[in-house]
């Protein structure tokens, strides 16, 4: 079912971090709303989101005027220190509206003329590989974080079937990463994988972080719990994932391709460089 997309006049565009992104001056979420609709999304379970009548996954709005408020508050952010952004924080910056509206591209290409300190951009979209020109021009003031929670297909389906293919990811990665672009793997959720996942990984990154659903929810756990995850690792024979301890394991295997400087956890890898 395609989301019911509406385009609304924002106040701002820029938020200060707080939070779990506490280490960023601020966040950027071009859209509100977000059509992939990932189960397992914290945002579910967020203001935003339990007050609209439609699910999550069945609304996107568009800030229209997102462009003419970032150049605005960029200028005025710096004017009182360091600007460094996560975009996004509670949305997909490339979720497919953007093939069409082109928000975020246009975003990145005002932030070219006025360059914050650091942008983290988060997506699981292979859409950004569209935007490489522009990314390139930010530099080292970049890092694309790609989500690649699992490297099963058949996973992917049961927790994600809106979003796009891993293999897709996986390539985005490589063709970001080939043309000179800062990237990361974030493993964020962890869902169940097979053992070759860090071989796919290592082929394609440098950099990988890894989270789940009881670091990373912003509440230990309690919002995922609230979302019912549990019952789908449950109804698939998949309950031995769903453990606070699961990640290790990953990492186990991570270290066997990653050096340990090369892996983060959790909030750490999300943090822009010191």
């Not at 999550?56 to 709005?61: F, I, M, S």
């Not at 600007?83 to 975020?104: G, R």
């Not at 935007?131 to 790609?146: E, Q």
């Not at 985005?172 to 793997?185: W, Y």
Request: glycine fraction near 6%; charge should be positive; charged fraction near 30%.
């Amino acid at each position: 079912m395609k989301p019911s997309i509406q385009s609304r006049t924002s106040r701002t565009i820029l938020t200060k971090g707080s939070g779990f992104l506490n280490g960023y001056s601020h966040t950027l979420n071009p859209y509100a709303g977000c059509a992939f609709g990932c189960s397992y999304c914290y945002v579910r379970r967020m203001p935003i989101a339990l007050f609209r009548e439609e699910d999550w996954g069945e609304w996107v709005d568009i800030k229209e005027n997102g462009v003419a408020l970032l150049k605005k508050e960029v200028p005025k952010a710096k004017k009182k220190g360091k600007v460094s952004i996560f975009m996004s924080s509670s949305t997909d910056p490339y979720q497919p509206i953007e093939y069409k509206t082109e928000l975020t591209r246009n975003l990145l290409e005002a932030m070219i003329e006025e360059t914050p300190d650091f942008l983290f951009l988060q997506t699981r979209s292979p859409l950004v590989t569209r935007d490489i020109d522009l990314l390139k021009k930010l530099g080292n003031n970049v890092l694309v974080s790609m989500t690649v929670e699992t490297d099963l297909e058949s996973v992917r389906k049961i927790f994600a079937p809106q979003a796009p293919p891993i293999p897709a990811r996986l390539k985005a990665l490589k063709e970001l990463r080939d043309a000179g672009i800062p990237v990361q793997a974030a493993i964020a959720p962890l869902l169940p994988c097979s053992e070759e996942f860090p071989e796919k990984l290592h082929q394609t990154v440098n950099r990988v972080t890894l989270d789940d659903f009881f670091m990373g929810d912003g509440s230990g756990g309690k919002r995922t719990e609230q979302l019912g995850i549990r019952k789908q690792f449950e109804e698939h024979g998949l309950s031995d994932w769903y453990d606070r301890k699961a990640y290790l394991k990953i990492k186990k295997r991570l270290l066997e391709k990653y050096s340990e400087g090369n892996i983060f956890i959790s909030q750490e890898g999300f943090y822009p460089p010191e």
